[in-house]
């Protein structure tokens, strides 16, 4: 092509010459820049042209540093947990900004009760009109709930009791089914015939253990509960109180009444 022949560089010779080309204009330009402006560069070409004081869509999220996106941002792990918080004792793990219903949020604790103590729970048992238990001075077990998880109790019982003429009269009380020998409340009257026993009491139980309505007479004349019911329902709250938690009176302190006048 004469003696002006242009030469052709092979694509061998031309990356090498390329990259170090590129290089030294790199190198010119970052001298070129103060300190700081070297920094945001940097920062941006390891975090993508983010900020710093916040990720935006698609970027990385920044640790210590206010995150803002206009999506929902969504984690998986297809092997277990995706998150995990932790914090030192005495501080929260997660804080929420809104009182916003959470769907679908399954949690152990609400207010620091579980879900076994939240859950509204409770005992019953009844005995129908006319069932005629006969009953004498021993307090004997009318109706009585099934075992009950621990915590405390709301406790009201009924009795129609019919006292036999020539006795005094006809009592029933509420009670543990593990101590038969303290009573919670009384009920009845000192009158023969038809007898209205009511007793109620808020008190604390041991998980397994159950209440009980007890019913008995006094004069030695054997009488009849015609019926009897009992409900115990658990309830939030404490038995502190001014004059202090409800304890068992044992049934033999409880004083006898007095025989009406002409027995």
Request: hydrophobic residues 40%; aromatic residues 4%.
């Amino acid at each position: 092509m004469g003696g002006d022949q242009a030469r052709l560089e092979t694509p061998a010779h031309a990356p090498k010459a390329t990259i170090h080309q590129r290089a030294r204009r790199l190198r010119a330009a970052l001298r070129s820049l103060r300190p700081s402006s070297v920094v945001a560069v940097t920062l941006a070409l390891l975090f993508g042209g983010t900020t710093i004081a916040d990720a935006a869509n698609g970027g990385n999220f920044l640790l210590g540093k206010a995150n803002t996106e206009t999506a929902t941002a969504t984690l998986t792990n297809t092997k277990g947990t995706p998150l995990k918080l932790a914090a030192p004792s005495g501080h929260a793990p997660l804080a929420v900004t809104q009182q916003t219903l959470v769907k679908n949020l399954n949690a152990q604790f609400t207010g620091g009760l579980s879900a076994a103590q939240l859950q509204t729970t409770g005992g019953h048992d009844f005995r129908l009109p006319n069932s005629d238990i006969p009953i004498d001075g021993n307090p004997k077990v009318i109706v009585s709930t099934n075992p009950l998880p621990a915590g405390i109790y709301f406790i009201t019982a009924t009795a129609l009791l019919n006292v036999a003429s020539g006795d005094i009269g006809g009592f029933c009380i509420i009670r543990k089914g593990s101590d038969s020998a303290d009573a919670f409340s009384e009920g009845g009257a000192t009158q023969t015939g038809i007898v209205q026993a009511a007793e109620t009491v808020t008190t604390s139980i041991s998980a397994g253990d159950n209440y009980e309505e007890d019913c008995f007479d006094t004069g030695g004349i054997p009488s009849t509960v015609v019926g009897a019911g009992i409900t115990a329902v658990r309830i939030l709250g404490n038995l502190s109180s001014d004059h202090g938690a409800p304890t068992g009176t044992p049934i033999s302190a409880i004083p006898a009444p007095p025989r009406q006048a002409g027995r």
